[in-house]
């Protein structure tokens, strides 16, 4: 690392002097402008807009404008300004370190001890640690005044930047001014929600996931030019995401918790999972009117052959007369047929399909060939009719 400022810690009558270092460093990819017809690099000139001249960075001054007057401020005018010329971190307060809020801390700083005897830098490292505090310091840094805390990082001292507090603006939404209700049972399940995934922060285990995938972006593009297929580099599409609007607060806690919990905790608890619940729903309720539909069909077949049975024998004692023994079984069979059909397609119609098809159509005994179950159940009540009307 390389010092980019030197000063002096003001602790009292006590000097601590220090080097200045960068704590925090980018790591995203760097990427410049190019012209997307033949690739060339897009650079900016600056360029007088008076003459028409490009400028060179050394012939350029800084300027205020007000009311139409514009005052040209020289380096060495700037220069001039007494806090730009300090080289004093100034402790003015010490404070806990609660009282600072996070979102002034501005920039860190690693300060290391400039003089052979870092005694200075010790003592006072060790008299904020033995007081719990954070030091409040005023100093300049590139042609700025700026309010910093001092505090301690693994035995080194670090110096955070600090927002002044004109520069933090003020939250005002009146949407938040609404009257919202908040039941006990959402705050209940919001509890346990953050309770479920509380633990230890560990920096370490959070990843830049853009910049691994512009990484990734890169290195597939080198290798594949402009037969880039971007679905296929990240196997989603590109610019997909969820962007999915909340609508019942009370189900989106509970998914979250279930998610959290794997459906654990929720089953012992006598919950399911609304994801799980909705697929059990939807078995269950396709099952339950298969297995209804198979009863009905069990039963239309059973209360079928009993009928096409009553009516084979009234049939046989009809035709005693006219035909011979034999013509009453054959004309059973497709009989007995086409009423098991008609009671498997139709329950209540079952009763005057069975007694109308008695020998009607002959189409019904093709159909008899292939519901071979239905047939075999149907010849044997008609088998024991025929033995019956012999001693008639």
């Given at each position: 690392m390389r010092a980019i400022w030197k000063g002096a810690i003001a602790f009292g009558l006590v000097n601590v002097p220090v080097k200045v270092y960068s704590a925090t460093e980018d790591h995203d990819i760097s990427l410049h402008q190019v012209h997307n017809a033949d690739g060339g690099r897009i650079r900016y000139q600056r360029r007088c807009e008076v003459c028409g001249e490009v400028v060179d960075y050394s012939d350029i001054e800084k300027a205020f404008?007000?009311?139409?007057?514009?005052?040209?401020?020289?380096?060495?005018?700037?220069?001039?300004?007494?806090?730009?010329?300090?080289?004093?971190?100034?402790?003015?307060?010490?404070?806990?370190?609660?009282?600072?809020?996070?979102m002034m801390f501005e920039k860190s700083y690693y300060l290391e001890p400039d003089s052979k005897s870092p005694k200075a830098y010790v003592l006072l490292r060790r008299a904020l640690e033995d007081t719990d505090r954070v030091a409040i310091v005023q100093f300049a840094l590139r042609e700025k005044t700026r309010l910093g805390a001092l505090r301690i990082k693994d035995d080194v001292l670090v110096l955070q930047s600090l927002l002044w507090p004109d520069e933090v603006r003020e939250a005002n939404f009146p949407s938040l001014d609404a009257d919202i209700r908040i039941s006990s049972q959402e705050r209940d399940m919001s509890a346990a929600l953050v309770e479920s995934m509380a633990?230890?922060?560990?920096?370490?285990?959070?990843?830049?996931?853009?910049?691994?995938?512009?990484?990734?972006?890169?290195?597939?593009?080198?290798?594949?030019?402009?037969?880039?297929?971007?679905?296929?580099?990240?196997?989603?599409?590109?610019?997909?995401g969820g962007k999915g609007e909340v609508i019942d607060l009370m189900e989106a806690l509970k998914r979250s918790l279930d998610r959290k919990r794997g459906g654990g905790d929720a089953a012992a608890a006598g919950g399911t999972g609304d994801d799980e619940a909705d697929a059990g729903g939807a078995e269950d309720g396709e099952a339950k009117p298969a297995r209804k539909a198979a009863g009905s069909r069990a039963a239309a077949s059973k209360t079928?052959?009993?009928?096409?049975?009553?009516?084979?024998?009234?049939?046989?004692?009809?035709?005693?007369?006219?035909?011979?023994?034999?013509?009453?079984?054959?004309?059973?069979?497709?009989?007995?047929?086409?009423?098991?059909k008609s009671g498997t397609s139709r329950t209540t119609a079952s009763k005057s399909s069975a007694s109308k098809s008695t020998a009607s159509k002959s189409a019904a005994s093709k159909t008899a060939d292939t519901k071979s179950t239905g047939t075999r159940t149907a010849e044997k009540p008609a088998a024991k009719t025929t033995r019956a009307r012999k001693p008639a």
């Open positions: 404008e007000e009311d139409g007057r514009t005052v040209v401020l020289s380096k060495d005018e700037l220069k001039s300004i007494p806090a730009e010329n300090s080289h004093e971190i100034e402790v003015v307060q010490f404070v806990p370190s609660e009282q600072l809020e996070p633990a230890d922060f560990d920096p370490a285990s959070f990843t830049d996931e853009y910049q691994v995938q512009l990484r990734q972006l890169i290195d597939a593009k080198l290798e594949q030019g402009e037969s880039l297929d971007t679905e296929e580099t990240f196997g989603v599409e590109a610019g997909e079928s052959d009993s009928r096409t049975t009553a009516s084979k024998t009234t049939a046989a004692k009809t035709s005693a007369s006219r035909t011979a023994a034999k013509t009453g079984t054959d004309d059973a069979k497709p009989a007995a047929t086409s009423a098991a």
